[in-house]
């Protein structure tokens, strides 16, 4: 649960890494596997081969994925699996001869990573401005975060309404031209933006019902963060894509994946030339030393009941996060799985996020780490905490917030 300064100074981690590390930190197993096996193969490539681990973490992780979710695409990074999600999902629309559906739906405050379509499709204006249009074709549905779920634990209970935007542009733009929507089931850069009940329902049903696809983003909620392998389980909606990143190799190796629909990859298999059937890939996708901290990963979730674990510590942890809400400065709490966003009030007068940088610093200077977006601070610690280190935690964010002005 701890990094440690270079002066010897432990600094208890909130934040998991950067929403990553969901087994603890240098997790013995894990780097035994990394270690044997850059003794065993370093490196071997995968365009035209493969290597048995390869072959061995997709079984696996088809094996937690929802049903029907029968193949994996290896990337590097939730960026890298964003972006390829995106061209499998236009590759599928062309390969079932629907070649005119080619544009891209995100929603407002989404992030998906920093690369060409995730920024693209993404809608945390920062991120866009110094890039100008990025891709054409792309709209963005209005963002889920309202007034009138202050202080939500878990789903709040307006907005599934929202949803209905993608009706309106269906109209605006014709079906026949849209490919796919993506969305973070729980938006988390943003500040911790969890769904409206009803609302990943709906937009289930919309795209479902007029030929598109559904692309949900877990690059945060994937392995445990939600209590369940994913959040797809967790809310009972499936998508046709899931991207996964972050605590797939519990953050050791940088990795990602796009988990796929058994309709999505074989359109576009069985409806391609003889030879490559889809023309994209990067030089370390299924690197052995990712592959083999993957592997030992999802063997310490399961021998150590790590989802089991982060499952019955959500009542215990939204009650100590959901304490927040009378502490200074504090104007929303809110909270899904073991993640939770404190929302400060903005300084007057100064720029924004000021505050709660601030209130970063001095929580850094004090041995506790936490991530800020805006005025909002994040949490998610790795998933082996306690109810006591929850307490520790939230009672640190108490104290600082106390001394600000």
Known sequence: MYYEKPNGERVFDGTGGLWCVNAGHCHPRVVEAIARQAGEMDFAPTFQLGHPL????????????????????????????????????????????????????????????????GTAVGGIVGNRRAFGAL??????????????????????????????ALERMIGLHGADTIAAVIVEPVAGSTGVLPPPAGYLERLREITAANGILL???????????MGTTTAAEAYGVTPDMITLAKAITNAAVPMGAVSVAGHVHDAVVDNSAPGIELATGYTYSGHPLACAAALATLDVYRDEGIYAHAAAMMPAWADAVHGL?????????????????IELAPREGAA??????????????????????????????????????THTLVGAIRGVLAELD
């Open 54 to 117: 390869a072959f061995e973490l997709a079984s696996r992780l088809v094996s937690e994925m929802p049903a029907g979710f029968e193949q994996i695409f290896f990337t590097n990074s939730g960026s890298e699996a964003v972006d390829s999600a995106l061209k499998i999902a236009l590759a599928y629309q062309r390969a079932i001869g629907q070649g005119g559906r080619t544009r891209l739906i995100g929603r407002e405050r989404g992030y998906h990573g920093t690369n060409f379509g």
């Open 352 to 389: 924004p996020g000021a505050r709660a940088m601030t209130a970063f610093h001095k929580l850094f200077d004090s041995g506790t780490l936490v991530r800020v977006t805006g005025e909002t601070i994040a949490l998610s610690p790795p998933l082996v905490i306690s109810e006591e280190e």
């Open 135 to 164: 891709l054409a074709g792309v709209d963005h549905l209005p963002h889920t975060h309202l007034p009138a779920n202050v202080h939500a634990r878990g789903r709040p209970p307006h907005g599934a309404e929202l949803a209905d």
């Open 215 to 225: 692309i949900f983003d877990e690059v945060i909620t994937g392995f445990g963060r």
């Open 325 to 341: 809400a009378d502490a200074r400065h504090v104007v929303d709490v809110r909270s899904a799985g073991i993640i939770a966003g």
